[in-house]
Every structure is written in structure tokens, then in C-alpha cells.
Nanobody, 115 residues
Framework: QVQLVESGGGLVQPGGSLRLSCAAS????????MGWYRQAPGKQRELVAV???????NYADSVKGRFTISRDNIRNTVYLQMNSLKPEDTAIYYC?????????WGKGTLVTVSS
């Protein structure tokens, strides 16, 4: 079992920045990849960014050049640095961990981009 706890969401103006954090605990040795997804009102959950144990990262086209995913293996934490935020980035952001063929999810943190 893997437990994930997100933090760092909030209200930010367009063009602003936020950094999300996701702390993992439990069977962290089995985690193969960690990432961030988001779900906007009335829309399906979508991949934002993912990083693997091998260091590979992938981003949704809509966030490339603005968001950066990083991982601190000592603190068992994955981060999502979000810059140049747009109103369309407003969503609940969920942390995800892939482990042993299973997907684990955090409860999510709300990001609202509005003036």
C-alpha cells in the first residue's frame, strides 16, 4: 500500500506560480513512477506530468514549458512547479503513484487561477 498526501494548492492570479507537493509513505520502495493528474469541473481527469524511476518525464502539451515535475527520493516527495498559470489550469490536482501494477491516488488539492 502507498499513501499519498498533496499540498500547495490555492488561489492564484493569471500569470502567477504555485508549487504542489505530494508526500508518499508506505510501500514506497515499490513505486515505479509518480505523476500529477487534474480534473476540471465537468471534464475527465487528465495527465499533467509524470516522472519515472529512470528519470524520464512526460508532460501534457498544454503545460509544456510552464510546468516542471521533480522528485526528491530522500523525502519521498514529488513536486509540480507551475508557472505562467492560466484560468484553464483551474482544477483539482491529484498525485498518482504506480506500484506493482496498481495505481494509488491522493485526495487532491484545488488550484484556482482567477483574477
Amino acid at each position: 500500500q502507498v499513501q499519498l498526501v498533496e499540498s500547495g494548492g490555492g488561489l492564484v492570479q493569471p500569470g502567477g506560480s504555485l508549487r504542489l507537493s505530494c508526500a508518499a509513505s508506505g510501500s514506497i520502495f515499490s513505486i515505479r513512477a509518480m505523476g500529477w493528474y487534474r480534473q476540471a469541473p465537468g471534464k475527465q481527469r487528465e495527465l499533467v506530468a509524470v516522472t519515472t524511476n529512470g528519470g524520464t518525464t512526460n508532460y501534457a502539451d498544454s503545460v509544456k514549458g510552464r510546468f516542471t515535475i521533480s522528485r526528491d527520493n530522500i523525502r519521498n516527495t514529488v513536486y509540480l512547479q507551475m508557472n505562467s498559470l492560466k484560468p484553464e489550469d483551474t482544477a483539482i490536482y491529484y498525485c498518482n503513484a504506480g506500484s506493482g501494477g496498481l495505481n494509488y491516488w491522493g485526495k487532491g488539492t484545488l488550484v484556482t487561477v482567477s483574477s
